[in-house]
């Protein structure tokens, strides 16, 4: 399976302002998934980003909030913007390559103050 | 609708027992189906999938689940816990394409009793 490095792994920030997740695969992917676990939740999904093209958001998130940027096809970033207390989640990356199902960046633990 | 419910939201067995967690999903299509786990403060580790085949699938860290197709289920099984497999559990459906996301449920936490 692929593997994931995410960083950062961890930060403390301060509202209002942003903060660029980034998310790097051993290995060329279609498809990139962003998800946010808020704290005791389960995974929702903000957005996949397809390399070349404009990032897909699910419902409840936009791309004024949420940037994404995909400049090939081992790499990709989320970017958080004007952040507020509501923003602290545990953030992670995916990558699914057939067969092997889909596989985690460590993730980026997110807390603003 | 496409949708996993994992009905029980925390568990406690005693070290040694035996361990099932529940997965029920609604999918439109031929499910292909997930258990991560989540051990506190780290990302999620794929346990064992099902694409196709033989029912019964085998995971890592002694794990298995069984896909039940008549009752929509993919229930988790370990015949005896270690203490270290405390974490939070996560069955997810998805489709089998690399350019499709999958779907969580919200998640099983375990606890495991001296």
């Known amino acids: 399976s692929a593997v994931i490095s995410q960083k950062p792994s961890r930060d403390i920030c301060q509202r209002g302002t942003s903060l660029t997740i980034q998310c790097q695969v051993d290995s060329q992917v279609t498809m990139m998934f962003w998800y946010r676990q808020q704290p005791g939740q389960s995974l929702t999904l903000i957005a996949t980003a397809n390399q070349g093209s404009e990032a897909t958001y699910e419902s409840g998130f936009v791309i004024d909030k949420f940037p994404i940027s995909r400049p090939n096809l081992t790499f990709s970033t989320l970017t958080v913007s004007n952040m507020s207390p509501e923003d602290s989640s545990i953030y992670l990356c995916?990558?699914?390559?057939?067969?092997?199902?889909?596989?985690f960046g460590s993730g980026t633990r997110l807390t603003v103050v | 609708a496409q949708s996993v419910t994992q009905p029980d939201i925390h568990i406690t067995v005693s070290e040694g027992a035996s361990l099932e967690l529940r997965c029920n999903y609604s999918y439109g299509a031929t499910p292909y189906l997930f258990w991560y786990v989540q051990s506190p403060g780290q990302g999620l580790q794929l346990l064992l999938k099902?694409?196709?085949?033989?029912?019964l699938v085998q995971g890592i860290k002694g794990f298995e689940a069984e896909f039940k197709r008549s009752q929509s289920s993919f229930n988790l099984r370990k015949p005896s816990v270690h203490w270290s497999d405390a974490a939070e559990y996560f069955c997810a459906v998805g489709p089998y394409s690399s350019a499709s996301k999958i779907i969580f449920g919200s998640g099983t936490r375990l606890s495991i009793r001296p």
């Open positions: 995916s990558v699914s390559r057939d067969n092997y199902g889909y596989t």
């Open positions: 099902y694409f196709s085949g033989d029912t």
